[in-house]
Structures are given as C-alpha cells and as structure tokens.
C-alpha cells in the first residue's frame, strides 16, 4: 500500500527563508567594483583625499568636476573610489581606506552614536522612489500587506519602509524587508519580480520605470532629503586634507554651475553609462536641480534622530548635535 504525502509550507515561514537567501544574496554582492584599488588601504598620504561614492544622481556632480578637470584646475589630488552598496561605502570609510563617503542621515547618525568620528558635512539633493515589480500590479502602499520591499538595514530606505507602514496603514511585522545592498541587484530583482518592491535611486528607478514597473511613492513628493556626504574627523584636523576638503566643496558648486547648462547635463548623464546603465536609460534621466553645497535642515537631522531611537538604535543621550558640520560650506 502507497501514500502520498503532501508536504504544505506556511508562507509567512517561506518569505522568512527567503529573507534569509535574499540578506545572504545582498552580502555576496557587496564586492569590489570601478576601481580596482577600492579594497585596498589608503596610504596615510595627506597629499590625497580618497572619496566613496554610489553612480546616483546624488554623486553625479563628484563625477562630472573629476571628468572635466576641474580638481585638477584647483590643484586638488582627489581620488573617487566607486561603490555599489552604502554599506560598502561604509566599511571603506570606518577602516580608513576613504576619507570621505556619500551617506546618508540615518547611517551617519548611527556610525557616529558608536564612536566612529565623523561629521556631516553637506547634503546631497538625490531622492529615492518606491518600485513594484510590472506583473505584481501594486499600486499603494496599502497593497504592501505581506509584501517583500527591497532595502539596505539601518539606513534611509529601512527609515522609508517604517513611512510606507504608515501610509498604507499596516503593521510593520506585516511589510518583509530583505536585506539588498547592491542598488543594481535590488533594481534586477525587482524586474524579475523575485522580489515585490524595492526602494531605488537615480538613474536605477528611472531604469526600471522604462521597464513597465511602477513608482508609488518618491522621497522627492515627500520632501524627504537625508542624503549626504560625512568626513572622517582625522581628515578634518589634517591642515592639508582639510584644504583639499574646501577643494572638494569648491568643485562641487564649479559642477553644479557648469551643470546648468543642459549640453552640460547630456554629458554628466554619460558619466554613469560604465555602470552598466543603458544609453535610453540616460537620455530619459530627469537630474534634479541641484543647489551648491549646503548642511542638512535641522528638520531632516531631527527625522534621523527620532527613528533611530524608535527603533532602539541610539542611546536616549546621543542627540546628534555633532552630526553636522557647516565649517566647510559656509
């Protein structure tokens, strides 16, 4: 005599396996990529300031003053070491391999509450945009009830899943959040629809919006701006990495003028096509009006700070009033 068994998973318990595959996933991924030199560490050279950036818009005017030699014109050595994952911008920027790092108000908050000496020292005027995969046919946060969204831990996306909680009126235990650090493996799996949502910056949503998937909500509506870029202290009190930290902002504000002009912006947009971006991807491209370099609003420190200590990330004595820094944009 013969059974036949049938074996029945819950799926809540499978979106929990597969959380667990899809954090292991977005651990492997976060590998060397552009430069080759990134995972080395940076001599103690005062003469060089060494850089972390993301290919976002955020990063594009970084991008566009190395292109044009405009650090070379300000005689200042600046070297730009190119990420995937905020999280690997971290770990370059906590092991002293970088000097600088393109961050965010959440992570920055958090590395500094346990003693990693940095400041805040401009904002950076990317946004972020809600994706959902094209055959999933999700159009509100609402619809999100025990849906995957695709985020990096601790930072400004895990702060917008706690936003889109709110907005669709679910409870957080209901909203899964694997772990992806990699924003072009986030972007992939969001087209496969292995995964439901995720939250993507530019040029990666608009790349994706080309593909049928939709945006639900955007940091920019929102006035949401916790982008940024933190200097480590050491590289502040050096006399020669400090000037070439002026230098930095110098040809920031130089991109961001010449970059007005919109032959100009046709070219800053190529400077992210050895990313593996598309040229369609880049002539649909919205850059967003960038302003010269300026500190966070107190408004968007106080956010950070507040979801932090809901979350039982930061002691109830760290405030964040040393996160910022305007000695550098004033």
Same mark, same amino acid.
């Given at each position: 005599?013969?059974?036949?068994?049938?074996?029945?998973?819950?799926?809540?318990?499978?979106?929990?396996?597969?959380?667990?595959?899809?954090?292991?996933?977005?651990?492997?991924?976060?590998? @060397?990529?552009?430069?080759?030199?990134? &995972?080395?560490?940076? %001599? $103690?050279?005062?003469?060089?300031?060494?850089? +972390?950036? !993301?290919?976002?818009?955020?990063?594009?005017?970084?991008?566009?003053?190395?292109?044009?030699?405009?650090?070379?014109?300000?005689?200042?050595?600046?070297?730009?070491?190119?990420?995937?994952?905020?999280?690997?911008?971290?770990?370059?920027?906590?092991?002293?391999?970088?000097?600088?790092?393109?961050?965010?108000?959440?992570?920055?908050?958090?590395?500094?509450?346990?003693?990693?000496?940095?400041?805040?020292?401009?904002?950076?005027?990317?946004?972020?945009?809600?994706?959902?995969?094209?055959?999933?046919?999700?159009?509100?946060?609402?619809?999100?009830?025990?849906?995957?969204?695709?985020?990096?831990?601790?930072?400004?996306?895990?702060?917008?899943?706690?936003?889109?909680?709110? @907005?669709?009126?679910?409870?957080?235990? &209901?909203?899964?959040? %694997? $772990?992806?650090?990699?924003?072009?493996?986030? +972007?992939? !799996?969001?087209?496969?629809?292995?995964?439901?949502?995720?939250?993507?910056?530019?040029?990666?949503?608009?790349?994706?919006?080309?593909?049928?998937?939709?945006?639900?909500?955007?940091?920019?509506?929102?006035?949401?701006?916790?982008?940024?870029?933190?200097?480590?202290?050491?590289?502040?009190?050096?006399?020669?990495?400090?000037?070439?930290?002026?230098?930095?902002?110098?040809?920031?504000?130089?991109?961001?003028?010449?970059?007005?002009?919109?032959?100009?912006?046709?070219?800053?947009?190529?400077?992210?096509?050895?990313?593996?971006?598309?040229?369609?991807?880049?002539?649909?491209?919205?850059?967003?009006?960038?302003?010269?370099?300026?500190?966070?609003?107190?408004?968007?420190?106080?956010?950070?700070?507040?979801?932090?200590?809901?979350?039982?990330?930061?002691?109830?004595?760290?405030?964040?009033?040393?996160?910022?820094?305007?000695?550098?944009?004033?």
């Amino acid at each position: 005599m013969f059974y036949r068994v049938t074996l029945s998973f819950n799926s809540t318990f499978m979106k929990k396996v597969f959380l667990l595959l899809a954090a292991l996933a977005g651990l492997a991924s976060c590998h @060397k990529t552009g430069n080759e030199q990134a &995972e080395k560490v940076s %001599p $103690q050279d005062s003469t060089v300031l060494y850089v +972390a950036l !993301m290919p976002t818009v955020d990063c594009l005017p970084f991008y566009y003053a190395e292109q044009q030699g405009i650090f070379d014109s300000l005689n200042a050595n600046i070297e730009i070491r190119n990420y995937m994952a905020q999280m690997d911008c971290d770990t370059a920027f906590c092991r002293k391999h970088v000097d600088v790092a393109y961050t965010d108000l959440i992570r920055a908050a958090l590395l500094q509450s346990k003693d990693t000496a940095l400041n805040v020292i401009m904002r950076t005027d990317g946004s972020h945009e809600l994706i959902t995969a094209f055959s999933k046919r999700l159009k509100s946060p609402k619809q999100l009830k025990e849906k995957m969204v695709g985020m990096a831990r601790h930072s400004v996306t895990d702060y917008l899943c706690s936003e889109i909680v709110k @907005k669709g009126n679910i409870s957080p235990d &209901e909203l899964y959040k %694997p $772990q992806i650090n990699d924003i072009s493996l986030r +972007a992939a !799996m969001v087209q496969n629809a292995t995964i439901d949502a995720a939250f993507l910056p530019e040029p990666y949503a608009t790349q994706a919006r080309l593909l049928k998937n939709r945006s639900i909500y955007s940091t920019q509506k929102e006035k949401i701006h916790l982008m940024g870029m933190m200097a480590s202290w050491q590289a502040q009190k050096d006399p020669k990495k400090a000037k070439l930290l002026h230098q930095l902002i110098q040809g920031y504000d130089l991109a961001v003028q010449k970059m007005k002009d919109k032959s100009n912006q046709d070219s800053a947009r190529n400077l992210l096509k050895p990313f593996g971006l598309k040229q369609q991807v880049l002539d649909s491209l919205k850059l967003p009006k960038y302003h010269k370099a300026s500190v966070p609003d107190a408004k968007q420190v106080e956010k950070a700070i507040e979801w932090l200590r809901a979350q039982e990330l930061i002691s109830k004595q760290y405030n964040g009033d040393t996160l910022v820094t305007s000695f550098l944009t004033k």
